[in-house]
């Protein structure tokens, strides 16, 4: 038996396949263990987000959730996911949309438990190879010596942008002019004292790079030619490495994009900075850090601080910060922004309705034409930041994630809308798939798709004992347009079909 035991689940829509494939295989002597097995796409969907497992082994042909779009949808959630697809279609289109999926290996039924055993052991074979390739191994402690410098001495002379260049050429660290620069801090509970390796083997698939350990944290010098297009999947999968590789979760914070080594010692406080804004482990939102705009550079730098002391600073702190940048005198548009930024952050972390209460409690529904003074404008502003802090602190202490009761909030009143997914979700919230849906199990107690579909079928199911409604009109009201797919959801979750639940109501009647 190898040394790695991989986590596998297996899907596809043959009941007796599934159930060959599931209880025929010796799982364990081939250095696998079986967690889960699904007959629909959509079912294979949860068990990943629920069970997070190293392989997933999937038809093509899945009813609900096509295996090649199972298979984007999984990458999302979990970027270290290997891909097999078992499939009765040998056909071009086919195997080109596995190559389009970076599946792992393309299997063709009909195919023998020996013919697939011995396939799953070559796919345990290219798993345990790449997990080899993200060991820790020995590095140049020039190329160390020389990022420390750059990211930590701040009596540094790095004026000479061409020598530093040269420097880091002479290292190892090969790019190209023009390049953009970043700063990412990465902390954890328990790192190993090669853990920078381990980051590096990771962000240089996407970016030229560097690591260091300072302070219990790693600190990475990012070095792109592309505009750091790919950094929400390089640090999805950072994520992902340091918790499955070595062992422990982390939070990843990433300062702004700039254009010259003599701005790195400046950007590696801001990537540290970020992390105290992580609301627990996971990537935090770069966008709160970051636009990666030039344009708006001296706005986004006061918006990131503002939201790091409503975020963490306490409240003596957030005031201090407050009356320094606010101080008496300060134009109307000034404290304005600081409004407008202060607003942001609390209804991405609050609520509307919070946002709302405290807007009135503070006088600041409509300042322009309550046409306050600036010194009375000043003072509501300051007012409306600290309640925001307050509350803020408050819901971190009742043990709710503020992330998670926004996105329990979205469910609850945008449950009808087919297209709402973790997916969407993230996006509007501007955190990755795997945070959220790591949030969300830990605050919320289940998966973003259980969530999702508990408070659809429970709509469903007031709406068919009311009466009233056509089943398909029910369904259209809960978020499926497939009145077939939705009845399949329903039998599944309540155990009968909404007609018989329908005819049982009305036989009681």
Known sequence: MSEQVFTIVVADDEE?????????????????????????GLDALQLVEQLEPDLLLTDIQMPFIKGTELARQVRELQPLIQIAFLTGYDDFEYARSAIESQVMSYLLKPISMGELTQAL???HQKMENRFKELMPSDGPASRHLTVASLLLDRNADFSDESEIIKRLY????????????????LSAGSLPPTADQTVDKVLRQYFTCCSIISGGRVLSLLIS????KDLGKALDELYYVCKRILGTDCTIGVSRRF????GAVTACKEAVDALRLADGPGLYNIDKTSSFSEERENTNRSAAELDRMLFTGNRRELEAYLEEELSPGTRALGIMQTMVNAQDAILAALGKEELSMLLRRCSLTD??????DSESFRRRVIEFCLAGNERISKRKQDGMSVLVERTLQIIKTRYMDESLSLNSVSEELHVSPNYLSANMKKYAGDTFI????????????TLIMAGGMKIGEVSEKCGYSDQHYFSF?????YGVSPVKMRKGEENRN
Not at 170 to 185: I, K, M, Q, R
Not at 489 to 493: P, S
């Open 489 to 493: 959801c329903f039998k599944k979750y």
């Open 225 to 228: 030619e592309n505009g750091f």
């Open 367 to 372: 300042p322009l034409r309550d046409k306050l």
């Open 450 to 461: 259980n969530l999702l579909i508990k408070k659809r079928m429970e709509t469903a199911r």
């Open 170 to 185: 002479d290292t190892g660290l090969e790019f190209y002019v023009p390049f953009s620069l970043a700063v990412l801090a």
């Open 121 to 123: 052991k070559e796919i």
């Open 259 to 262: 254009g010259e080594f003599s």
């Open 16 to 40: 007796e396949l599934l159930e060959d494939v599931c209880e025929m295989i010796d799982w364990e002597s081939i250095g696998f263990r079986l967690v889960g097995r699904a007959n629909n």
